[in-house]
């Protein structure tokens, strides 16, 4: 017979599911509870929370939450990322973090939009410029044509306002008869 602490946890893992963008499954084994308090700093600047889970509760929060596949990237001793805005976010500080400090940190993986990550394509996503680099990067490409033509249109104003100015000082330098 399930504790009420467990049905609590349960539902409580069920709504964080629910909320969440992004989902990357960490062993932390070997971790030292300073490090951890660090790393749940570093994750809360970003907007991510980072969760203890006992695999069984998690499991059936999973069911709850329509995430069944979270079931492959959860055994073992396993804290949970979850990210509720740029699915990116959560991935570049847990891997930064884990390359800064070199701790026995190890990704298991992801799960973003139902298809599950390896910890290979978490690392790939960590790599992904963020939405707003990209959404800057397309807004200069597609500037980039606009301003050629704006310079290939403004050409022959231009070398008619050169060719004016160039009359305009030769007529001033004659002298007045």
Same mark, same amino acid.
């Given at each position: 017979m399930p504790t009420e602490k467990? /049905?609590?946890?349960? &539902?409580?893992?069920t709504d964080w599911l629910n909320e969440a963008t992004i989902v990357i499954s960490a062993d932390y084994s070997g971790l030292p509870v300073t490090e951890m308090t660090?790393?749940? %700093?570093?994750?809360?600047?970003?907007?991510? #929370?980072?969760?203890?889970?006992?695999?069984?509760?998690?499991? /059936?929060?999973?069911?709850?939450a329509g995430k069944p596949e979270l079931k492959e990237i959860i055994q073992g001793p396993s804290a949970i990322a979850l990210g509720y805005g740029e699915p990116t976010d959560p991935a570049k500080a847990? #891997? =930064?973090?884990?390359?800064?400090? %070199? !701790?026995?940190i190890e990704i298991r993986g992801?799960?973003?939009?139902?298809?599950? !990550?390896? #910890? &290979?394509?978490?690392? =790939? !996503?960590a790599s992904l410029p963020g939405?707003?680099?990209?959404? #800057?990067?397309l807004l200069s490409r597609m500037q980039s044509p /606009?301003?050629?033509?704006?310079?290939?249109?403004?050409?022959?104003?231009?070398? !008619?306002? %050169?060719?004016? =100015?160039g009359r305009i000082d030769q /007529?001033?330098?004659?002298p007045a008869e």
């Open positions: 467990k /049905i609590q946890a349960v &539902a409580d893992m660090a790393l749940r %700093r570093v994750l809360r600047e970003k907007e991510v #929370s980072l969760k203890v889970v006992k695999n069984n509760l998690a499991y /059936i929060a999973a069911e709850n847990l #891997s =930064q973090f884990i390359r800064e400090t %070199r !701790l026995p992801a799960v973003l939009d139902g298809r599950v !990550l390896d #910890s &290979a394509q978490v690392e =790939q !996503l939405k707003d680099e990209l959404v #800057s990067q /606009i301003a050629g033509l704006v310079n290939v249109l403004n050409g022959p104003i231009a070398g !008619l306002a %050169r060719v004016l =100015q /007529i001033e330098e004659q």
